[in-house]
């Protein structure tokens, strides 16, 4: 049936975006709970940066109509790929620019992951109704 072929691919698409959003939400928990930590070292700056880039990226993407948010947040990806390497052609080689630019890319695809396996969603660790059976996961 024609209409069961087209409506899959949205549904995947809504999924990913709402697995985007609440993967920005707990990431951005965890940056204002540890902001102030360190601020003027060059590992503070980065954490800003990246919480100051992710939240303009939700903001973006939560501003355009419903049928378009997971498009602007694949081209996001695109885009700060794209200033990622511009950024990188301006170092020294001796750092291995490109293998340093790899590795931060893998660590940002790791995170979703480790976020997904841990539980899946974010939470207020306060809220008395959201529980979790025994052992089902922990924060480290």
Do not use: I, W
């Amino acid at each position: 049936m024609c209409g069961e072929e087209d409506e899959a691919p949205t549904s995947l698409e809504d999924n990913l975006y709402t697995a985007f959003l609440a993967h920005a939400r707990a990431l951005l928990s965890e940056h204002a709970r540890l902001k102030g930590r360190d601020p003027e070292s060059a590992a503070g700056y980065a954490d800003a940066l990246f919480a100051a880039a992710l939240r303009r990226g939700r903001s973006d993407c939560e501003a355009r109509e419903p049928a378009e948010r997971y498009e602007t947040m694949a081209m996001q990806s695109l885009v700060f790929a794209r200033l990622a390497g511009f950024l990188a052609s301006h170092l020294s080689l001796g750092e291995d620019p490109l293998r340093r630019v790899m590795e931060a890319m893998m660590h940002g695809y790791s995170e979703a992951e480790q976020l997904e396996r841990e539980h899946g969603h974010d939470h207020d660790e306060d809220d008395p109704d959201h529980t979790h059976g025994p052992g089902s996961h922990y924060h480290q």
